[in-house]
């Protein structure tokens, strides 16, 4: 079965750019997450969806990032301008059902780098 | 705030030898949690949850215990394989405004030796 799928794998771009993540979840699944991955913060939510509506952004760190899920097998993160603080990788997860007793699965993420 | 934090930040043992990552947590609420793998250059893959009506959960070569009394999860590795290595995560399930969201701990890198 396919697993969460996120492109691209490796995103190298100079500042001032637009960036934009984009994630597949699986297939049956209503949530869907957005992390970033960093040495110093760990493993931080910046969104998530239930049935393709923004639930919490409270994650999110500016108004530079916004997401969008326009139907429940597509996602998208993007910023803009990106600033070398950008520079993570970031995860796209999913999940079923909205309890939360349900194990979210991720993709292998996008190693975003903005120099 | 209540946060899942962990107490080893890297964890050393002998090929064969069993494995014991350990993590505490903060909110008694809490009634949900998960472990995590996340090897190098990829996500982190869901290895077992446990309920809080549980004190322990066995998987494949994997068991769960979590003591409720002191805020306490484990992980516990039968028989560690170099392919265990890799940093484990704990998470826990955190309801805020009404929906359900997962708060990581910053994971315990497990180094397995031949």
Request: charged letters at 20%; aromatic letters at 8%; glycine letters at 8%.
């Amino acid at each position: 079965d396919a697993g969460v799928i996120q492109s691209p794998r490796h995103e190298v771009t100079e500042m001032g750019q637009e960036v934009t993540l984009r994630c597949k979840p699986i297939s049956g699944h209503n949530s869907l997450f957005w992390y970033r991955q960093t040495m110093m913060r760990g493993l931080e939510l910046l969104i998530y969806f239930n049935n393709n509506v923004p639930i919490d952004d409270s994650g999110m760190p500016e108004d530079r990032f916004s997401a969008k899920m326009p139907n429940a097998s597509f996602s998208t993160l993007k910023i803009q301008p990106s600033e070398p603080r950008d520079s993570a990788v970031y995860f796209c997860a999913s999940s079923r059902g909205i309890t939360g007793n349900q194990p979210q699965h991720f993709g292998d993420g996008t190693r975003l780098s903005i120099l | 705030g209540e946060s899942v934090g962990l107490h080893l930040p890297t964890l050393s043992v002998q090929e064969g030898d069993n494995s014991i990552i350990n993590c505490a947590y903060s909110n008694s609420a809490s009634d949900y949690f998960i472990w995590y793998k996340q090897e190098s250059g990829k996500g982190p893959q869901f290895i077992i949850d446990i309920r809080s009506n549980m004190d322990k959960r066995q998987g494949q070569r994997v068991t769960v215990l979590l003591n409720k009394t002191v805020k306490h999860l484990s992980l516990q590795i039968a028989a560690t394989q170099p392919g265990d290595s890799a940093v484990y995560f704990c998470a826990e399930k955190e309801r805020t405004g009404g929906y359900n969201k997962l708060i990581f701990g910053a994971g315990t890198r497990l180094a397995v030796h031949p």
